[in-house]
């Protein structure tokens, strides 16, 4: 990632993983879902800041990374998982993977179309 581009996020999380996303670059990674995953993460961010983190609504495991994010003044809405596979279907994407969950909830950063809540 450089440092002149804006980027846009989108994070599927998992039990055991959190698969993210980046856009404009399409560069992705896997990191455990775990303070030391989380904590690689927001290092990651803070060199590059950015516009805005999406994450879907996960039934709890997203509670975590969430706070982390938030804490450090990252914007994070949290998206309703049937919105991202609307979008998902609406572009053609009939898989369910994580990286494709996590691409699509990229491209919802990207729209920028989300309220970001407190």
């Known amino acids: 990632m450089e440092k002149n ?3 846009f ?3 599927d999380i998992a039990k055991e993983e959190l698969v993210v996303h980046i856009l404009p670059t399409n560069q992705q990674l896997a990191v455990p879902n775990s303070l ?3 904590r690689g993460l927001l290092k990651l961010f803070k060199k590059n800041n950015p516009i805005q983190v999406v994450l ?3 039934g709890g495991l997203e509670r975590e990374l969430l706070a982390h994010l938030a804490a450090k003044g990252i914007a994070v809405p949290l998206l309703n998982p049937k919105q991202a596979r609307d979008l998902a279907k609406g572009l053609g994407e009939l898989a369910k993977t ?3 969950d996590a ?3 990229a491209r919802f950063a990207q729209l920028q179309c989300l309220p970001i809540r407190p």
């Open 5 to 7: 581009e804006n980027y």
């Open 56 to 58: 879907e609504a996960t």
């Open 98 to 100: 994580d990286a494709v």
């Open 9 to 11: 996020v989108g994070i």
């Open 36 to 38: 030391e995953g989380i």
């Open 103 to 105: 691409r699509i909830l």
